[in-house]
């Protein structure tokens, strides 16, 4: 799978793993140049605290465009640092 945002590639991977219809890309696989840390946190009550990447590139920005569980629940463990974007700004294309 690949992520397309801005007609630039900022993730791929074949190693993704589907939750909730989100695909969560490994870190290694996400371009970090286009990753700024947001402060927007929210809670999963099954996965935990969420916290967001702003996408930028140039003058271009999304805020919260992407989002990880730094310190997942037990049951959410696979997904720890990897990283799901919102689908209404970026492309998720299989490769």
């Not at 140049?33 to 009550?45: H, M, V």
């Not at 930028?56 to 629940?73: I, L």
Request: negative net charge; contains cysteine; hydrophobic residues 35%.
């Amino acid at each position: 799978m690949r992520v397309i945002w801005n007609n630039q590639l900022v993730a791929e991977s074949d190693k993704t793993i589907v939750v909730e219809n989100n695909y969560y890309f490994p870190p290694e696989s996400i371009h970090q140049s286009f990753f700024e840390q947001n402060n927007k946190e929210t809670f999963c009550p099954w996965k935990g605290k969420a916290s967001y990447y702003n996408l930028v590139h140039g003058e271009d920005k999304d805020e919260a465009a992407a989002w990880y569980y730094p310190e997942p629940k037990a049951a959410a463990s696979n997904i720890k640092n990897h990283v799901a974007f919102d689908k209404s700004v970026v492309k998720i294309e299989d490769i």
